[in-house]
């Protein structure tokens, strides 16, 4: 039986800050969610708001108005925002204090530790709730170095990657993962990010708190912690950052780790500078390619649209343009479904087509 959860994202849901609380709308595993705050959307769907389709979960004004509007209390209360500075205001501080005292289990994807927080600690001991910091790595004596025995396995391990941060790689992993469930594929997912690992991921790590000389090995780890009780038919990596993104390395990490057969780029056409360092212009995606190949020894099957600020004319010319250009099967998996990509992988891996129970359709 799932969890309930509320989540809070004030001023950022359905922005790319929001990344959190919107993958948690899109898919949970792990939560059932009963709404959301952010007063500058309150009174509208989620669903509406995210995808232009209702789903029944709203939006709240403050926790106040959440707690006065719905006939449960969820038991948990996630913080569904993606700050650059990835600390809380002090406003912010106020209402996870209140959410404590309303005995609500605390889930913290920040890079700053609860647990760490005396007031916060304290807090939740004197009210008997729990405090989540999804980051936090576990002991260094508990982490592993890159071992090589990814190098022993034969089943596909497929990353997806992206030319920017926030700009829908779990998204698509996740839709990827359903659609080859779908055509009764034994599918292993490894999360690594927070948002990932909040929905329910079963194998997993976040790539970005971990201590460099272990990220690589942590990765491999847990592809094949997958593989071990599995037996999966596929694994699929989600990617983080970007590999050409100059303030992060966890990209190169994940490459390293996982020693994937094949790579699916997820890039936003309309996106003219990185998002969290808009004095920064965005890689094309042909420069992306090129770096991805020359640093991997994995091609790109495919390229995955983020329709961020496109309408549906201009999400058909750049695929259009894209499939011309780059003689890569392009898509928008959100809108036109993981078709084309399951084409690419079974042109790539036959092997696994021979396992499905399925006829692929478009």
Do not use: W
């Not at 941060?165 to 990827?176: D, E, F, M």
């Not at 057969?261 to 212009?281: C, E, W, Y």
């Amino acid at each position: 039986m799932k969890k309930t959860a509320l989540i809070y994202c004030e001023g950022h849901f359905g922005t790319m800050d929001g990344k959190t609380a919107n993958g948690l709308i899109r898919s949970s595993r792990k939560y059932e969610i009963a709404g959301v705050i952010d007063s500058t959307k309150a009174g509208m769907d989620s669903g509406e708001c995210l995808e232009g389709k209702n789903n029944g979960i709203p939006i709240f004004e403050s926790l106040e108005h959440a707690v006065k509007m719905l006939p449960l209390l969820p038991n948990h209360f996630i913080y569904g925002i993606a700050p650059a500075e990835a600390f809380l205001k002090e406003d912010e501080r106020k209402i996870i204090m209140k959410a404590i005292e309303l005995k609500m289990e605390i889930i913290n994807p920040l890079h700053e530790f609860f647990t760490d927080d005396a007031e916060f600690l304290n807090h939740s001991i004197q009210y008997g709730v729990g405090l989540h910091d999804i980051r936090k790595p576990v002991p260094s004596k508990d982490l592993h170095l890159f071992s090589g025995r990814i190098l022993n396995i034969q089943t596909p391990v497929v990353a997806i990657l992206g030319t920017d941060s926030a700009v829908g790689k779990r998204t698509t992993s996740v839709i990827l993962e359903a659609a080859l469930l779908e055509k009764g594929l034994k599918v292993a997912f490894v999360a690594t990010g927070q948002t990932g690992l909040i929905q329910g991921a079963k194998y997993g790590v976040a790539i970005d708190a971990m201590p460099l000389q272990f990220m690589i090995g942590e990765i491999e780890n847990e592809i094949m912690k997958a593989y071990d009780d599995e037996n999966p038919d596929i694994i699929i990596v989600e990617g983080q950052g970007a590999l050409s993104h100059p303030a992060y390395v966890s990209s190169c990490g994940i490459v390293r780790g996982s020693r994937p057969g094949a790579v699916i780029i997820q890039h936003p056409p309309k996106r003219t500078n990185l998002g969290d360092f808009s004095f920064m212009k965005m890689p094309t995606i042909e420069s992306e390619i090129e770096l991805v190949e020359s640093f991997s020894s994995a091609k790109v099957i495919a390229v995955t649209i983020n329709h961020e600020n496109m309408t549906d004319e201009e999400i058909e010319n750049v695929v259009t343009d894209y499939e011309e250009k780059l003689e890569l099967p392009t898509t928008d998996v959100l809108k036109h479904g993981c078709g084309k990509l399951i084409s690419s992988l079974f042109e790539l891996f036959p092997e696994i087509e021979g396992k499905t129970n399925k006829v692929l359709s478009n």
